[in-house]
């Protein structure tokens, strides 16, 4: 099923990293007065699905406030995938 929504963040509009009682994490995207929350499904890889969906969020999140703001933030750390590590000449993110 698809569902598409436009939420445009308010003046209090923030993200919070959220621990459930069972030992899950989570994701809140308060965006004043809409709450979203992503969480990981209940599947075995339901875990690792949503760090990946939440890596690709902070990427493609850092790329849109550049272009909004681009003077908002000197000196930012690559984030970069283990098949993005040869263009920079390197073994790779986080490699031993």
């Known amino acids: 099923m698809r569902f598409?929504?436009?939420c445009v963040p308010g003046s209090a509009?923030?993200?919070k990293f959220l621990r459930f009682a069972a030992g899950n994490v989570g994701l809140?995207?308060?965006l004043d007065p809409v709450?979203?929350?992503l969480h990981p499904a209940l599947s075995q890889n339901g875990e690792r699905e949503l760090a990946m969906f939440l890596r690709e969020l902070a990427r493609e999140a850092a790329a849109a406030a550049a272009v909004?703001?681009?003077d908002g933030e000197p000196n930012k750390h690559v984030l970069m995938l283990d098949?993005?590590?040869n263009r920079f000449g390197e073994s790779g993110p986080g490699a031993p």
């Open 68 to 70: 909004l703001d681009p």
């Open 28 to 30: 809140r995207l308060l």
């Open 35 to 37: 709450e979203v929350t």
């Open 4 to 6: 598409d929504v436009v």
């Open 13 to 15: 509009a923030s993200a």
């Open 83 to 85: 098949d993005q590590a």
